[in-house]
């Protein structure tokens, strides 16, 4: 499976951005989706998952209530709406792929232990 993510850029707080990142697997469908992002010497942490069919989220606390996770399977494609931007957002987002089906949103807890991942888009918040 590749990832592909871009929409990444430069907002001013407050502003929004929208991320996407498309798959090549014919069976998009089966499996759970997420970002993560990594800031300048920290840790890649958790952003926000969702299941295959679309119908469970996960967000981190960070994020709830600004960003939004969604998919389209026809398009082979997720999603990640971010509103209300901060610049402790800025960061290098990372889409995930988890390659064993039918694991919902389990990756809020930790990265897909076999997981495929995205080459990662720059997104910085001016303050």
């Known amino acids: 499976v590749q990832l592909q993510a871009y929409g990444g850029g430069l907002v001013q707080a407050g502003g929004s951005l929208r991320l996407s990142c498309s798959a090549s697997?014919?069976?998009?469908?089966?499996?759970?989706m997420g970002w993560f992002r990594q800031a300048p010497g920290k840790l890649r942490e958790f952003v926000a998952a969702?299941?295959?069919?679309?119908?469970?989220?996960a967000y981190a606390d960070s994020v709830l209530g600004r960003f939004a996770i969604s998919r389209n399977n026809a398009q082979n494609t997720v999603y990640l709406q971010m509103n209300k931007m901060k610049p402790e957002d800025t960061a290098v987002y990372y889409c995930?792929?988890?390659?064993?089906?039918?694991?919902?949103?389990?990756?809020?807890?930790?990265?897909?232990?076999?997981?495929?991942w995205g080459q990662g888009t720059q997104v910085t918040v001016s303050s």
């Open positions: 995930a792929a988890d390659s064993v089906p039918g694991t919902g949103v389990s990756m809020r807890y930790e990265p897909p232990p076999r997981g495929f």
């Open positions: 697997a014919c069976t998009f469908s089966r499996h759970s």
């Open positions: 969702i299941d295959g069919s679309g119908g469970e989220t």
